[in-house]
């Protein structure tokens, strides 16, 4: 492209500046913008940018919310864990409904009928839809133990007067599915939580001193990883699970099961510790705090652990899941978590039939909250992992 040629002797050179009045508040909030940027947080960028992805915050706040509501699932379910109905043995899900010829009611269910099939030798239930039962709200219902401390009968929602409310069902004992899942949700997501911490501080341990110290520790650590990694997992935890003691107490085998799956999950972050400390190990402020005698753990974890802590959180949400599938891959096999305890793969387990689930699909129902928990993990640790990185 040719230079645009001078204009000749005493002509007026044109000139591209704005004619408009200058306005400095612009300028002004641009500078405060990108001086709130700059100044910002490592831990304010990366919220910043998770709130952009909206998928990764829905996901979050999802969670935050189920796993709040372990903490009062005894209030949420409309009737004890153990409650029993001989005469709803396989009751089908009952809905609820607002409408009747037209109009609108408050939430109430219809009345059932049973009647014995000989042919098939199981029970048909109808609706009746003379009788409309209210459903009844922040009611006096089934008595449970709060948390095992004191007694209780407050519900946010029970069974109608003389009628039940079987959401999503009963199964062969005639105890409520929905209730059962919602007690089963407080096994399922705090074992995920408790074994994720396991696996952490072995993971960051283990791959802490492979990093920083290398040599020969680093090999021994590297050579160890390898092989528990090549064990293959499913054939492991059924080994290291029928190994529990059958006098265990329910809660020994639940701890147990927790160490188990804890024990076989930190090798995938034990080598992204190692990673980034073999990297992190080299810089001037490590020097700095070596020569200012810092000792070797101090080192680890006050300066080398939190500059990749956001990465350490993306890998959390992701592992989660996985604990929450291997508990209900074990339980749904019959040697994980046994009953009494209730869990969502100790529901599976009378599933295991295609007799009963062709019969009685809602038996199958557990695995929807298991589905969606895994979805909701790997959704938000996706938005995690994108907002690790602030600047890019």
Known sequence: MSPTPLPPPGQKLEHYVAEAPFDAMSTERLTEAQERIYLASQWKLMWWKFKRHKLALISAIFLIFLHASILICEVIAPYNLETRNSHAVYFPPQGIH????????????????????????????????SKRLPVRFFCSGDEYRFWGFFDATFHFMCPPEGGTLYLLGTDQLGRDMFSRIVYGARISLTIGIIGISISFVLGITIGGIAGYYGGFADLVIQRMIEVVSSLPNIPLWLALAAILPVNWSPLLVYFGITVILGLLDWTGLARAVRSKLLSLREEDYVLAAQLMGADSGRIIGRHLVPGFASHLIATATVAVPTMVLAETALSYLGVGLRRPITSWGVLLNDAQNFNVIALYPWLILPVVPVIFVVLAFNFMGDGLRDAADPYK
């Open 98 to 129: 607002m409408f009747h010829e037209g109009e609108i009611n408050f939430p109430f269910v219809y009345g059932t009928e049973r009647e014995l099939n000989m042919e098939l030798l199981q029970w048909n239930y109808t609706n009746d839809t």
